[in-house]
């Protein structure tokens, strides 16, 4: 699997849509790929009292379904074509899923991308060890 056609897969799924008046679905969609070649995707999900989530989010709890973590590529892209950088908290989720995801490599671009554990440089080497202050 390419770059190229992991975007397009995104791509194909951001397509916003409202079942209510009160949420929106589908102006960001994802696509990722895992250790074992398997492809997630999932759409954003907007609620007027802020209880949504990323499309990130919803790839990643489809890909835990299947009983897999470790994430080789993942894009996101808008219904308007644009490829984004995961959030801070996509990124935060994406980690503690799994710590091999440091070196998944996060799409910015058809030609470039950046290592997941690059984008949070000062991230801590305690991963799953939780601190209670």
Known sequence: M?????????????RPFAPSAEVTAGTVAAAL????????????????CSLGF?????????MLKAHEAEVRMLVAVTSAGQILAPC??????????SP???SAW??????TGRLLGDLLPERSASIGKLRHD
């Open 54 to 62: 990323c499309a990130e989010h919803a790839a990643v709890a489809e």
């Open 88 to 97: 801070g908290r996509c990124r935060e989720l994406l980690l503690q899923v």
């Open 33 to 48: 790929l895992t250790a074992e070649g398997t492809i997630y995707t999932g759409v954003c999900v907007d609620t007027r």
């Open 106 to 111: 996060v799409v910015l671009s058809p030609t």
């Open 100 to 102: 091999a995801n440091r």
């Open 2 to 14: 390419d770059t190229v056609a992991l975007i397009e897969i995104a791509a194909a799924l951001a």
